[in-house]
């Protein structure tokens, strides 16, 4: 006797007119009457939902998250208006289908919807600047490992920002309101990682005076992040993979198993594979971990994000130090996007941090605020137009001053002045990337003022490189 695929229906509190009867001879119709959705049965073969709201009740959403590839149907007796559709296709993967008395076909697979990627604002909102398409990929990765609970291994050079992208994926997650828990494998010594990581009941070693519940437990519900996980001890390693294996940890000193629901994110600057061929790492661990690999390119291999990372780590130490906002010259860019940057993102990090402090009260960072670089460079000499000496590269070409001479037929004195004003308006603006507070302070004006020489001099619609900032 064949068994009846099975049709989950969420109405939502919409009526069903009777046809889950008329579906009957095609499924096996179980219902459910609430406002707020309840997760299908495990032997569902298609969600169907009731879609007549003008957009989806929170609760449906994380709901949707959680069923991984069940095929979703959403019912409406309507076709979806315009001012709707943005909030049902949020759901992500489902299809739509009009309310009828013909049963949904069965065998409906779900749509694979490509998600648009990260606007500049959602990237800096996590912490991170991703315009080069290297970063793009990173992202895109990152995002689609956040829609699941599958373990994230993190590989790259040390200071590439990989505790930011696990960071970035927990946020993006839809357990982002639940702990992120970093563990820094190589600072533990190996006789402590352990019972940090799985716990400890009371009485298991000679200090051990109270159970304790270890970082996994800890981060139950939520994300653990494993820093330089290839330092991990062999012993350590069999309990990991336990854990991956059965999402259970047992606690040192005895006691029964304890289950956990984690999503698991490690990173290593190691090269995992060789050290499984040396025997230092297990080759079962490694593939428990590889499940969604992403590779963080070093910051040499992202040249056009050095300008803005700078900008931003700028602006974030300002605040953080509480000092004013400053800006970068424009002759910095080539300068910093020409260097190595060994210590990739954290180097730079440090360097925008050092520059801003020993800065005094200028509003303006130039060249000569990095020569503290050139004592690292070495032989190295950035691929710039002229061989110079490195040092040299770090002082701020001078323009000599252009004379001014009165032709033999005179000129237009208000239109020389205006023409010289423009010009010196549109370079303030350049240096302080668009910020009008800053542009005006270099030019020694009220804000107010140079608002209003903007307008005088149609300045208002020149377009430029960031936003104002107050």
Same mark, same amino acid.
């Given at each position: 006797?064949?068994?009846?695929?099975?049709?989950?229906?969420?109405?939502?509190?919409?009526?069903?007119?009777?046809?889950?009867?008329?579906?009957?001879?095609?499924?096996?119709?179980?219902?459910?009457?609430?406002?707020?959705?309840?997760?299908?049965?495990?032997?569902?073969?298609?969600?169907?939902?009731?879609?007549?709201?003008?957009?989806?009740?929170?609760?449906?959403?994380?709901?949707?998250?959680e069923?991984?590839?069940?095929?979703?149907? @959403?019912?409406?007796s309507?076709?979806?208006?315009?001012?709707?559709?943005?909030?049902?296709?949020? @759901?992500?993967?489902? %299809?739509?289908?009009?309310?009828?008395?013909?049963?949904?076909?069965p065998?409906l %697979?779900?749509?694979?919807?490509?998600?648009?990627?990260?606007t500049?604002?959602?990237?800096?909102?996590?912490?991170?600047?991703g315009?080069?398409?290297?970063?793009?990929?990173?992202?895109?990765k990152?995002r689609?490992?956040?829609?699941?609970?599958?373990?994230?291994?993190?590989?790259?050079?040390?200071?590439t920002?990989?505790?930011?992208?696990?960071?970035?994926?927990? %946020?993006?997650?839809?357990?982002?309101?639940?702990? *992120?828990?970093?563990v820094?494998?190589?600072?533990?010594?190996?006789?402590?990682?352990?019972?940090?990581? *799985?716990?400890?009941?009371?009485?298991?070693?000679?200090?051990?005076r109270?159970?304790?519940?270890?970082?996994?437990?800890?981060?139950?519900?939520g994300?653990?992040?494993?820093?330089?996980?290839?330092?991990m001890?062999?012993?350590?390693?069999?309990?990991?993979?336990r854990? @991956?294996?059965?999402?259970?940890?047992?606690?040192?000193?005895?006691?029964?198993?304890?289950?956990?629901?984690?999503?698991?994110?490690?990173?290593?600057?190691?090269?995992?594979?060789?050290?499984?061929?040396?025997?230092?790492?297990?080759?079962?661990?490694?593939y428990?971990?590889?499940?969604?690999?992403?590779?963080?390119?070093?910051?040499?291999?992202?040249?056009?994000?050095?300008?803005?990372?700078?900008?931003h780590?700028?602006?974030?130490?300002?605040?953080?130090?509480?000092?004013?906002?400053?800006?970068?010259?424009?002759?910095?860019?080539?300068?910093?996007?020409?260097?190595?940057?060994?210590?990739?993102?954290?180097?730079?990090?440090n360097?925008?941090?050092?520059?801003?402090?020993?800065?005094?009260?200028?509003?303006?960072?130039?060249?000569?605020?990095?020569?503290?670089?050139?004592? %690292?460079?070495?032989?190295?000499?950035?691929?710039?137009?002229?061989?110079?000496?490195?040092?040299?590269l770090?002082?701020?070409?001078?323009?000599?001053?252009?004379?001014?001479e009165?032709?033999?037929?005179?000129?237009?004195?208000?239109?020389?002045?205006?023409?010289?004003?423009?010009k010196l308006?549109?370079?303030?603006?350049?240096?302080?990337?668009?910020?009008?507070?800053?542009?005006?302070?270099?030019?020694?004006?009220?804000?107010?003022?140079?608002?209003?020489?903007?307008?005088?001099?149609?300045?208002?619609?020149?377009?430029?490189?960031?936003?104002?900032?107050?």
């Open positions: 006797m064949n068994t009846l695929p099975r049709l989950h229906w969420s109405t939502l509190g919409e009526p069903t007119h009777g046809l889950e009867q008329r579906w009957a001879a095609v499924w096996g119709v179980s219902l459910d009457k609430g406002a707020t959705p309840a997760l299908p049965p495990v032997e569902a073969d298609l969600w169907a939902i009731s879609a007549e709201a003008p957009e989806p009740p929170p609760a449906l959403a994380r709901a949707v998250a069923v991984g590839a069940l095929p979703i149907l @959403l019912l409406r309507k076709p979806l208006p315009p001012e709707s559709l943005a909030a049902w296709a949020a @759901l992500g993967s489902v %299809r739509w289908s009009l309310l009828r008395e013909d049963p949904p076909t065998g %697979r779900p749509l694979a919807l490509p998600q648009a990627p990260l500049a604002s959602q990237a800096l909102g996590l912490g991170l600047v315009i080069s398409a290297a970063m793009q990929d990173v992202l895109a990152a689609a490992a956040a829609a699941t609970r599958a373990t994230v291994l993190l590989t790259g050079e040390s200071g920002g990989k505790e930011v992208i696990a960071r970035a994926i927990h %946020r993006m997650s839809n357990e982002a309101d639940q702990p *992120f828990v970093p820094h494998c190589g600072a533990i010594p190996e006789n402590l990682l352990e019972s940090e990581l *799985f716990g400890y009941t009371k009485g298991a070693f000679t200090d051990a109270k159970d304790t519940p270890g970082k996994f437990r800890e981060a139950n519900g994300t653990i992040f494993l820093d330089e996980v290839g330092t001890p062999l012993a350590a390693q069999v309990r990991l993979l854990v @991956l294996q059965e999402w259970e940890v047992q606690p040192l000193g005895g006691g029964g198993p304890i289950k956990v629901d984690v999503r698991v994110v490690v990173a290593t600057n190691q090269d995992l594979w060789k050290k499984v061929q040396d025997g230092s790492f297990r080759e079962d661990l490694f428990r971990l590889e499940v969604v690999p992403i590779a963080l390119p070093p910051l040499r291999q992202r040249r056009d994000e050095v300008p803005f990372l700078a900008q780590f700028l602006n974030r130490k300002a605040r953080q130090h509480g000092l004013y906002p400053k800006a970068l010259h424009p002759s910095v860019d080539p300068l910093l996007m020409a260097l190595p940057w060994p210590g990739n993102v954290r180097q730079l990090e360097a925008v941090e050092r520059a801003l402090v020993l800065s005094a009260s200028r509003p303006v960072l130039t060249r000569e605020d990095f020569a503290f670089l050139a004592e %690292r460079m070495g032989d190295y000499v950035p691929e710039l137009s002229t061989p110079s000496p490195v040092n040299a770090f002082t701020t070409p001078q323009s000599a001053p252009s004379s001014l009165l032709p033999p037929d005179g000129l237009d004195l208000n239109q020389v002045v205006s023409e010289m004003e423009k308006m549109l370079q303030s603006l350049q240096i302080t990337r668009g910020n009008k507070k800053r542009a005006a302070e270099l030019l020694g004006l009220k804000r107010t003022t140079f608002l209003e020489k903007m307008k005088r001099l149609d300045l208002e619609d020149v377009e430029l490189s960031a936003t104002e900032e107050e």
